[in-house]
């Protein structure tokens, strides 16, 4: 079996021929090594071959690990990719350093109070449901350029971009039109006067085609880990 190292440099390989096909420099994309289910040690392993930010679904499995790594705090970048109710904002706005589930005003404007003062602003992207009904989360299309113009005036949060989990296919046309959708929706908030600069999409079985649709950030779990216990998706 591959080594956690062995499955990083594939990953790595992979990002490379995606940018290299869609013309954009490999530094324009950013590895976001999805970490959920797996212990502090696959951690550790992946931080010994070279990644330093890790995305995590759940708040509480997220806290424990940042915790068990604390030793490595100053050097690692952790950031929320899963569903945050509002009760869980104190802990987020206080541990995390990116939010990439923003999908009310609501959980925005707490996180914004409850950041400290002493970090830098949190980092955060509103997550958008470009699939329709399927999804469960998500500002639909009509409802982001309020939210987006709200949450971009908030003074502890800096708003980076979007984020989309589209439904998964194996029609590669149709991973890219997800992820066009939801660049089209950048677009046009930049087009309108919000500086943003990440498109949050694209994980172990569509991340060329988030790459060659403007990804910014790619988030993968399998590809490094390998594939995850049952229930724990
Ligand atoms: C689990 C997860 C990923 C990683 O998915 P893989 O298919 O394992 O690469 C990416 N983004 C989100 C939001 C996830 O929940």
């Not at 914004?112 to 830098?120: D, M, N």
């Not at 500002?139 to 005036?153: G, I, N, Q, R």
């Not at 993968?220 to 594939?227: C, L, N, R, Y």
Request: proline share 5%; with cysteine; hydrophobic share 45%.
């Amino acid at each position: 079996m591959a080594t956690i190292a062995e499955n990083i440099q594939q990953v790595h390989r992979r990002i490379t021929r995606a940018c290299a096909l869609a013309q954009r420099p490999v530094q324009s994309v950013t590895l976001l090594t999805v970490s959920k289910t797996y212990s502090a040690d696959a951690v550790r392993e992946a931080v010994a071959a070279g990644e330093h930010r890790f995305g995590e679904n759940y708040v509480q499995e997220g806290l424990d690990k940042i915790d068990a790594l604390i030793e490595l705090r100053e050097q690692l970048e952790w950031h929320l990719i899963g569903p945050l109710q509002s009760n869980k904002t104190r802990l987020v706005a206080s541990q995390f350093d990116w939010v990439h589930t923003v999908d009310r005003l609501k959980i925005a404007q707490r996180l914004s109070e409850q950041r400290p003062a002493e970090l830098l602003p949190l980092q955060v992207c509103l997550q958008v449901n470009t699939s329709g009904e399927a999804a469960k989360h998500g500002l639909t299309p009509d409802e982001l350029p309020a939210v987006a113009h709200a949450v971009a005036a908030l003074p502890r949060l800096r708003l980076r971009g979007l984020m989309a989990i589209p439904e998964p296919t194996d029609d590669v046309a149709a991973q890219r039109r997800a992820h066009r959708h939801l660049h089209d929706l950048m677009a046009a908030l930049v087009a309108d006067g919000l500086p943003l600069d990440t498109l949050s999409m694209g994980m172990t079985a569509d991340l060329e085609s988030a790459i060659l649709e403007g990804a910014t950030i790619v988030r993968v779990g399998t590809a490094i880990f390998g594939p995850r216990p049952q229930a724990a998706r």
